[in-house]
């Protein structure tokens, strides 16, 4: 026979677990009426560069390589890859164009861009890839052999993923037709085929780390959100971020970027529009007795959003700061 006070603990834990699982399902159609039920898992961020620093690589200010990029970034996307532009990325970090890049620069650029804790910056996976031209002076013409080779790494752990190279093929082009310029306006006409090449390679090396029907289904551009908490205790902190994970529509993904004494700041990813994010979490702050404007301040700033408990009246403003 179980003692009186372990029925107790048991009809408790019932109860408990009765209340949760009621709260749980309410919120869960609270939100569901506002948008639907449909959730998915993120696809992959990709970040692809051009290196340019032998002597026999066409340089990044090629037209050749920016009508290569263009069409690698145009057939990875079709491809279900969210791919991350390296130009976007520099804007808004504040970096120079850069030129004549080596592979370390390329190893810094991809860390940087995740030290930048901002979600929209955040890459998964770093292409590189090299263009190669070697020249052949005939009596009437220059043959221009083109090879194309590539590698893949991990952005997030630093680890090599693989290696990549497509046939080398022959371009015809004028007598004396032995300079960069020259052979980018030969190659030019190839360049969707080369990317086309690449990307087919590509979607084979990654094909397990992308969810198709998350891409499918997404609409709209956007949806990368950097999300800080300041001031909160930690269960209220993991209880808005279980809600927004579990409860919330559109969900895709999150991941931790930095947590500290008194804040923590996640990558958010979803389908849901700024507004629905907006009104979910006063909904969410004023079921959680946090009331928006009063006990918490709610800033969304572009792709930002901060939740602050208010201290005496003033809230920290600034979603850079911890």
Known sequence: MIPTVCWRKVLAGVFLSLTLAACADHDRSAFASDWGSDRSRSSVRVLVLGQDDRS???????????????????????????????????????????????????????RMANDSERAADQVDAVVVFHIEALYRELSFATRIQVAVRGRIYDARRGTYLGSFELPVESVPGARGCSTSDCASFAIGDRARDIATSIGDVLARRLADRVDRDSYRERKGLGGQYTVTLRRLEPEEAFQIIAVMTEEFPGYRDHRLIRRGPSMRRYAYETRAPSQKLERWLELLLRDMNLEPGDETALVFRGDSILIERIVDGVAYDNERGD
């Open 56 to 110: 026999t690589d066409l340089p990044r200010s090629s037209s050749v390589y920016d009508r290569v990029l263009a069409e690698l970034q145009d057939s990875m996307s079709r491809r279900g890859f969210e791919v991350v532009d390296e130009r976007f990325i520099g804007a808004r970090l504040n970096w120079s164009e850069p030129y004549a890049m080596s592979g370390y620069d390329i190893a810094e650029m991809a």
